[in-house]
């Protein structure tokens, strides 16, 4: 199952939520969709669920159009937004099952796709409580099952660990992985970066609403700035000497104090790397640490991004 995003467009009057973006991702891939706040995800997100239509530009599902056929291309799709709906008269199997019914499901495959359901995203033993009663971590389940109850091949999930604690954001890892490995196709949006670079095989950064980076994860992270991070420890000499010695040579573009160690960028290849450790050994600096920090995504987005909102 391919999703293949081609030149989309969103304006609200003379705000471009989201400026032409196009790329694509298949089955059995997590893919990430990463942007400062305001910077467009949601709504290209609500575009892909079909809950919203394109100023311009289209949207394809394995070839079929969201913009010329968004009933067909629906049932392709599990939608899971940011928070889920409060319905306070609704247990939380009356609530599958109403959207299993809605999707067509009749009778007893209805019910043993919504206990299915249940089990999956382990929500057997509060599947009689109000969705009012539940926590964070529950009520995202009850939104991830609700998305996976008509089995799509896709699914766009909104920001589904915000506000969750440790354990239920690693058990929804654990779960993504799951439905990655059974072949569905996943575009997620998260602030947590550190876990998202985990799971996702590629992703999209975007800000104010158009793409500054997109690719595989490794891509992204090698493409992601011109500079190398270096990391350094001396023996005797305290970190913050250290950090004035390195201040003073032209490769060094930028260096802080961290605890006992001292982090720089720098400007040039490996034989700028050997000058500079030659430069502290010819200082008489005893050198135990000289390392080289790989990038990662969260590295990439605060070097290509700058914070800006329209």
Do not use: W
């Amino acid at each position: 199952m391919d999703v293949r995003i081609v030149d989309l467009k969103r304006y609200f009057g003379r705000t471009k939520a989201v400026d032409g973006i196009s790329f694509e991702f298949s089955s059995g891939h997590v893919f990430g969709f990463v942007g400062p706040n305001g910077a467009g995800k949601t709504t290209a997100m609500r575009i892909l669920a079909t809950l919203d239509d394109p100023t311009e530009g289209n949207a394809y599902i394995n070839g079929v159009s969201l913009v010329d056929d968004p009933e067909k291309a629906r049932r392709f799709v599990g939608f899971m937004p940011d928070s889920l709906p409060s319905h306070r008269d609704m247990t939380v199997h009356e609530y599958l099952d109403f959207f299993a019914r809605a999707y067509g499901l009749r009778g007893p495959k209805r019910r043993s796709v919504v206990e299915s359901v249940e089990q999956f995203t382990n929500l057997t033993g509060i599947r009689e409580k109000f969705l009012p009663a539940l926590s964070k971590g529950m009520k995202q389940r009850v939104s991830l099952a609700r998305a996976l109850v008509h089995d799509p091949p896709v699914l766009i999930l909104d920001e589904p660990a915000s506000g969750l604690d440790p354990r239920a954001r690693v058990e929804l890892r654990e779960l993504l992985r799951v439905l990655a490995d059974r072949g569905k196709a996943i575009l997620i949006s998260s602030h947590i970066l550190t876990e998202l670079a985990e799971i996702c095989n590629g992703a999209v950064i975007i800000e104010q609403g158009r793409i500054l980076r997109a690719g595989s994860m490794e891509q992204i992270i090698a493409g992601g700035s011109p500079h190398r991070t270096i990391v350094l420890r001396a023996a005797k000499a305290t970190p913050e000497a250290l950090y004035k010695e390195l201040l003073q040579l032209p490769a060094v573009q930028e260096a802080r104090v961290v605890g006992k160690e001292v982090e720089i960028r720098v400007d040039g290849d490996e034989d700028a790397d050997s000058e500079i450790l030659a430069h502290l050994i010819g200082k008489g600096i005893r050198i135990v640490d000289f390392r080289q920090r790989q990038m990662d995504l969260e590295d990439v987005f605060m070097t290509v991004t700058k914070g800006e909102v329209q």
